[in-house]
């Protein structure tokens, strides 16, 4: 019999999950970085869903995501921008510069041990996604920033960046100033269309309730 060909990940993404998904909420490491607004809009987020959503503290280990991730991502940058800064540097930003040489700087032993710190990680994340489909988390400190000036602090993701885990922000809560505040689930490692099938549930869970309770006002 001819193998059967693995469905695509749009495909996927597209159907309805087989049973209800469970979420997992955490706060991560970065918690105490986000708003009050941040915060109290997660807390209501997490009551409305119920059942379906429990909240997961990971363990202390992960608070040191932040220094691993930094170690792999300046010594990558350096080795990939090294032709430019050789010929260029002068054409580079202050702040590139700055990272290039933190990234010359950085040992061998060190990034190792920050590659093997992100394989412990995931280990623990595994253990996470044996029993829920996604985690549900903050994306920024905030809501979106006004203007093109910046995108934000980038704090909220840095732990699923140097994991390597698939993730995806949806603009389910406003902020104060009526801009969006991103909720950010995160996916188990390859498994991408998964993760977009359960943001297309709950996209439509939260868009039900809140009819709901406009219905009810």
């Known amino acids: 019999s001819r193998p059967r060909v693995r469905p695509s990940l749009r495909e996927v993404a597209a159907q309805e999950p087989p049973v209800t998904p469970a979420i997992a909420f955490v706060k991560g490491p970065a918690w105490d970085q986000a708003e009050e607004q941040t915060q109290a ?27 691993g991730h930094r170690t792999i991502y300046c010594t990558d940058l350096a080795l990939s921008f090294d ?38 990680l995931n280990r623990g994340l595994d253990e996470v996604f044996e029993r829920f489909d996604a985690i549900l988390t903050p994306a920024a400190p905030g ?3 006004r203007g093109l000036d910046s995108t934000g ?10 994991c390597g885990t698939p993730a995806v922000t949806l ?5 104060e100033n009526g801009l969006p505040i991103g909720v950010q689930l995160v996916g188990r490692r390859h498994d991408d269309a998964r993760l977009l099938r359960t943001a297309r549930w709950l996209a439509a869970t939260v868009a039900a309730l809140t009819g709901a309770s406009d219905d009810e006002d």
Do not use: H, K
């Open 41 to 67: 809009a997660f807390a209501e987020l997490v009551e409305a869903l119920g059942e379906v959503c429990d909240t997961v503290e990971l363990p202390e280990v992960f608070a040191n995501a932040l220094g």
């Open 83 to 120: 032709p430019f800064y050789r010929r260029g540097r002068d054409r580079l930003s202050p702040t590139l510069i700055d990272m290039i040489e933190e990234g010359q700087r950085t040992l061998a032993l060190d990034y190792t041990r920050a590659v093997a710190w992100r394989d412990l």
């Open 143 to 145: 809501p979106a920033p």
């Open 153 to 162: 602090n980038p704090v909220f993701c840095t732990l699923w960046t140097f």
């Open 171 to 175: 603009p389910l809560l406003q902020g």
